[in-house]
């Protein structure tokens, strides 16, 4: 399959890279930025993969993806766009699939337009985002569903004016036992946490949300009682892929960084680059950048072509996030003592890039999926 990207594609991520510009840069963010996000939604990556009837650029998977990776390489702070990532991916996009048009026309243009912040409340304390363990309920009622639970580490969670949460509705409905919600903040028995203090990606704050007795709406309900899964799975597809994009931008930015220090940085009277082991290293960080990009792009042409894209997610998933990771450590060995001087900013690299094989899904999850598809 062939991944060369139209001119136009090359053009448009060229721009991205040069508006990524305006984006608070690593080292500038602590906590939300209400700028920051007002210039997310001007560059349209809020609503990127949204229709324009809604109020979104009406992009395919693989060129969400370039605006994203784009972004990145331009040097936009890797937590700002992982919270505007996780408001689009696991939040909008299960909006406009799956709510009702009523509701997708409500919520839709203030999403896209930022005036709405949506957070995504999957994770709990002891059930992770495993569909089939949910302690969270959805009890029916008359006109709707009364929410009981707790959920962690919602990205977004403190500042969200919306949450796409799941419960169980069926104990014993296995597949079909789950129902996916989109709750206002202000809802009744609704009840936000403050931020967690966390290491990295510190500009998407997190935090846990409670409902109690909380009523939702039977028009808030997405799908069909029951769809969870397929809800989920659908957004995981997108996340999985697309936000993954925000990780190639990273590395690529990160190579480029250590290819100009070990040209101008000179040990024993001789340049860093002239040490074989030196160029070895950015070799294989080289390799790995590559050899992920191809299959994230493979992956986001499958979800655009309507094909199952699962071992594909699966694959550029792992690949990507464990490339992430491994690369960043790469940067500080080749800055050596400078990568622990947050000047440098390398450190600040490390910890944005270390949660990435755990969430949307940790990289054993992402193996087991690949041996699934492979039959095993």
């Known amino acids: 399959m062939d991944f060369r990207l139209s001119a136009e594609q090359q053009e448009r991520y060229a721009r991205m890279r040069t508006a990524a510009r305006d984006l608070p840069s690593p080292s500038s963010t602590a906590g939300f930025r209400e700028d920051a996000w007002r210039k997310l939604a001007g560059l349209g990556l809020l609503g990127a993969a949204v229709p324009e009837e809604h109020g979104g650029a009406g992009f395919g998977a693989l060129d ?3 605006l994203y990776e784009g ?9 700002v766009l992982f919270a505007a990532a996780a408001h689009l991916f696991a939040c909008v996009l299960p909006v406009l699939e ?3 048009p009523r509701t997708r026309k409500s919520l839709l243009p203030a999403l896209c337009s930022g005036e709405l912040i949506a957070g995504n409340a999957m994770t709990e304390p002891d059930a992770g985002s495993d569909l089939s363990r949910l302690a969270t309920t959805a009890t029916r009622v008359d006109g709707g569903y009364l929410l009981d639970g707790v959920k962690s580490f919602v990205s977004n969670g403190p500042v969200a004016d919306l949450y796409v949460t799941y419960a169980t509705t ?6 079909f036992g789950s129902t996916a919600f989109a709750v206002d903040r202000d809802s009744p028995g609704l009840v936000a946490g403050e931020p967690m203090p966390k290491s990295g990606l510190t500009a998407c704050q997190a935090g846990e949300v409670r409902f109690t007795r909380c009523f939702v709406p039977d028009d808030r309900v997405l799908g069909s009682p029951g769809q969870g899964q397929p809800v989920f799975q659908t957004s995981m597809w997108w996340e999985r892929s697309c936000l993954f994009a925000i990780y190639l931008g990273q590395q690529e930015r990160l190579i480029r960084r250590c290819v100009h220090h070990v040209r101008e940085r000179r040990q024993a009277g001789k340049r860093l680059a002239d040490v074989q082991p030196v160029a070895d290293r950015l070799a294989d960080m080289r390799l790995r950048l590559e050899s992920g990009r191809l299959l994230l792009y493979r992956a986001c042409t499958e979800i655009d072509d309507g ?3 699962s071992l594909w997610v699966a694959l550029a998933k792992l690949a ?6 491994a690369t960043s450590l790469d940067a500080a060995r080749i800055f050596g003592g400078r990568a622990f001087l947050t000047e440098y900013g390398i450190e600040e690299q490390v910890r944005d890039a270390a949660p990435a094989t755990t969430f949307s899904g940790t990289s054993d999850i992402q193996r087991q999926l690949i041996a699934r598809e492979m039959g095993l």
Do not use: H, M, W
């Open 71 to 79: 972004a990145s390489d331009g040097g936009a702070d890797t937590g």
């Open 98 to 100: 799956f709510a009702r």
């Open 64 to 66: 969400t993806a370039l």
């Open 307 to 309: 094909q199952d894209p």
């Open 320 to 325: 990507v996030s464990e490339a992430a990771v």
């Open 170 to 175: 069926d104990p014993d409905g296995g597949y």
